[in-house]
């Protein structure tokens, strides 16, 4: 069950990136950002592997989003569980949490992080911060981020 996952989940993101070149994050959003129970998923968009993930605003005039990025460092970890690295970039001030849930309404331990990112594009708002995400079953994961506890924006990912 666990390398299906790992399988069907590499799978979701080679089908979220295929023929996403072209048009910017903003020309091709869902008008309805990502909603609870992934209906819709947060939407994603951007050239080749590098497909940028909107956030759901929680909290007035916030703004998120998100990259993610494979990991190869540890290929018997991924038989297991999918396991990737999330860099997001969060409006707002104060101190930056993130809390994963599973499918099953349970929360999930971050594999790691939340760390600042270093080197991210300076031009845009926000902070950057860098997470490790395991996703260790088939649903709707969602991601939630806080400034100072307060619920600021929120990611949903269908993993399956």
Known sequence: MKTRVAAVAAGLVI???AGCSGPTL???LNPTP???GCKPASPAAG???NFEIQGTPL???ATASGLFFE???NPAQRNK???RKFVVRVSGEGEFGAELVGPSGKP???AWGPEPHEGGDASSAGEEWDMGLKFDDFGCWNLTLTRDEVPTAAFWFEIG
């Open 15 to 17: 089908a979220l990136t």
């Open 26 to 28: 903003q020309e091709s």
């Open 34 to 36: 990502g909603q609870a």
């Open 47 to 49: 050239p080749d592997q």
């Open 59 to 61: 909290a007035k005039g």
């Open 71 to 73: 990991d190869n460092a």
């Open 81 to 83: 569980v999918l396991e």
């Open 108 to 110: 999930s331990a971050l």
